[in-house]
């Protein structure tokens, strides 16, 4: 069982930055693709950007150019560099892992409030 644990959600206005992280429970965390979900009330989830165990880091066309995945394989942590948010990135941002030999986790999720 992987445990993942979000924060750096809040509130912020347009225009402006947040950094999310997401801390993994797991030493095996190398092998793991880490991404980040987000979903807006009345929405479904939908991916935001992915960063893969050898470093490949697509992101959603919504996002690409102001949003950046990143990892830090030491501390067993993820991150998503948010900028020029807009009120439409308002959600709850998720992270979740992959492994194909073991599965998939979820954490609990962080609100992001993009509002003037």
């Known amino acids: 069982q992987v445990q993942l644990v979000e924060s750096g959600g809040g509130l912020v206005q347009p225009g402006g930055s947040l950094r999310l992280s997401c801390e993994a429970s797991?030493?095996?965390?190398?092998?793991?693709?880490m991404g980040w979900y987000r979903q807006a009330p009345g929405k479904q989830r939908e991916w935001v950007a992915t960063i893969t165990s050898s470093g490949a880091a697509p992101a959603a066309d919504s996002v690409k150019g102001r949003f950046t995945i990143s990892r830090d394989n030491a501390k067993n942590t993820v991150y998503l560099q948010m900028n020029s948010l807009k009120p439409e990135d308002t959600a709850v941002y998720y992270c979740?892992?992959?492994?194909?030999?073991?599965?998939?986790?979820w954490g609990q999720g962080t609100q992001v409030t993009v509002s003037s």
């Open positions: 979740n892992a992959f492994w194909d030999r073991i599965g998939t986790y």
């Open positions: 797991t030493i095996a965390f190398r092998n793991y693709a």
